[in-house]
């Protein structure tokens, strides 16, 4: 008999998904050659004789302040907790104790609602859901939310949808710094959905309160070590409560997340069941940068100083019972643009790769997808000129946030927090990722998923208000309990699901 020959689907960047709707990456054809010859010619000389001499003066003079001062905290004394304990016992016992899930006011609460991402969460509810779920807006300016109900009302209704009337949607004010107003609001809901960053400034007060009262949560953060801190303080009192605490709920880091979860299952379920041992993924990404994202980079590297963790080891590696995971995840991320014989295209580093690195390090500890599986990852390119314009865009960039002047100079002309990328700049956006995973005995698979607009805020508010809605409706499927997880640990393909069902294209099968 004639074996039937499976499909080779290594070229991966044949027939794309974003082909469909016409996506581009930038920068492609002829495009790039004056930026190009401008970054040879001037960008890099300069950035070389000038930049680069006097950044590592500033960097070797703060290490030296670092080593005087001997700055190794605990995740305690660096992500402290804000509200005294008396204060926390007060909002969450006697009246204040906390009504089980099931008989909440609200079936989920979107905080931040008046910063630019909040607002299209916010937008995204109104449109797609409007009034047939129960939610609210919150915020600590009242004024704000009002002008964000309004702007709701104003939305044209979906043909055929159910009552839109959002004239009479619940605002809630409440304020990072304030505990009772912040505890009232995690009382009355089963999920919180967060925008509220930096998280390292303003998201702790937030985990604590779910915690201790046993109330989802979700954000859109992608500051390591601060769920790292998250994991170590709160991690067992969520699994008393119940609570769900779910960090990278956006484009950090849903997509890459998921993607290794559903290769890592589809493999074993074919191949009885083998583990994974390496997934390289190919990220084509079009999107602009917002303020709120700019500054949360800032701070993240603000004083940065290693945090030794209470647990005694990587609190990315804690298991349910407490104790240290045996599955490894190995980084071996794309640091220097090349071309890849396996894709066909230039590639070249991606700025935020070790965070998805370090979701999928969680993931993999407490799932055990492999003993030892290798994370690879980076950015295509449209061509040789565009992949070296933007990896010097995105040297100078990594150059200002240790260089005093330059970040200064970077903060002036950047983005401000609360504005971001233009209604036609996130039309043009899209997201698509192609994942290659071998298994530990030579199995191979390849997953395909597709954003199709801008993923960093339009579709980053899709893929939030959806991990919220996964845990307040369909918690029934998901059965991880309470804890500090990551969406692939927690909602998994229920929130799979749920995005293919609201627009995002998703594909998976074997290769040769």
């Not at 005087?68 to 995740?75: C, T, Y």
Request: contains cysteine; charged residues 20%.
């Amino acid at each position: 008999k004639k074996k039937k020959k499976k499909k080779n689907t290594q070229h991966a960047t044949m027939s794309t998904p974003r082909e469909k709707d016409g996506k581009k990456l930038e920068l492609e054809g002829w495009k790039p050659l004056l930026p190009f010859l401008l970054t040879v010619f001037v960008v890099l000389p300069l950035w070389l004789v000038v930049l680069l001499p006097s950044t590592l003066v500033a960097v070797l003079a703060k290490k030296a302040v670092q080593l005087v001062r001997r700055p190794v905290v605990s995740a305690s004394e660096r992500f402290a907790q804000p509200f005294a304990p008396d204060a926390v016992a007060r909002e969450t016992t006697g009246s204040n104790k906390p009504l089980p899930l099931a008989q909440r006011k609200y079936d989920i609460v979107l905080y931040g609602a008046t910063g630019f991402t909040g607002r299209l969460a916010a937008k995204y509810v109104a449109q797609r859901y409007g009034s047939t779920i129960k939610w609210a807006l919150a915020g600590r300016r009242e004024s704000e939310l009002h002008k964000v109900r309004a702007e709701l009302c104003s939305l044209a209704s979906d043909a055929g949808a159910a009552s839109r009337d959002l004239s009479a949607l619940p605002l809630i004010v409440a304020d990072a710094n304030d505990c009772a107003s912040l505890a009232a609001m995690v009382r009355s809901t089963r999920v919180v959905v967060t925008t509220v960053g930096p998280f390292v400034k303003y998201g702790t007060p937030l985990v604590q309160l779910c915690a201790e009262l046993g109330t989802h949560y979700c954000d859109i953060t992608g500051e390591s070590d601060w769920v790292r801190a998250m994991i170590d303080r709160y991690d067992t009192r969520a699994r008393e409560t119940g609570a769900c605490i779910v960090n990278f709920c956006g484009h950090d880091c849903v997509p890459w997340d998921l993607s290794v979860l559903a290769l890592a299952r589809h493999i074993s379920e074919r191949h009885n069941g083998e583990g994974l041992a390496e997934v390289r993924c190919f990220d084509e990404l079009r999107g602009g940068p917002s303020g709120g994202t700019i500054d949360t980079i800032f701070t993240s590297l603000d004083n940065r100083v290693p945090v030794r963790a209470a647990l005694g080891f990587d609190p990315l590696l804690k298991m349910p019972t407490g104790t240290r995971s045996n599955a490894k995840t190995v980084t071996a991320n794309q640091t220097f643009l090349g071309y890849s014989a396996q894709y066909h295209a230039w590639v070249g580093p991606f700025v935020m790769a070790m965070v998805m690195a370090n979701c999928v390090r969680r993931s993999n500890a407490v799932l055990g997808y492999g003993s030892r599986l290798v994370y690879r990852e980076g950015m295509v390119y449209a061509g040789f000129m565009a992949g070296v314009t933007n990896l010097s865009s995105l040297v100078l960039f990594g150059t200002a946030l240790y260089n005093p002047l330059l970040r200064l100079l970077f903060r002036k002309i950047l983005p401000a927090p609360g504005q971001g990328p233009t209604t036609s700049q996130m039309d043009r956006g899209f997201l698509q990722i192609t994942t290659l995973a071998t298994g530990e005995k030579g199995s191979r698979a390849k997953a395909v998923i597709y954003f199709p607009t801008d993923p960093g805020y339009r579709d980053t508010a899709r893929m939030l208000v959806e991990a919220g809605l996964a845990l307040a409706l369909e918690s029934s499927r998901i059965s991880c309990g309470g804890g500090v997880w990551t969406p692939a640990l927690c909602q998994g393909l229920v929130l799979r699901d749920r995005l293919v069902s609201t627009g995002t294209t998703f594909s998976i099968e074997d290769v040769e």
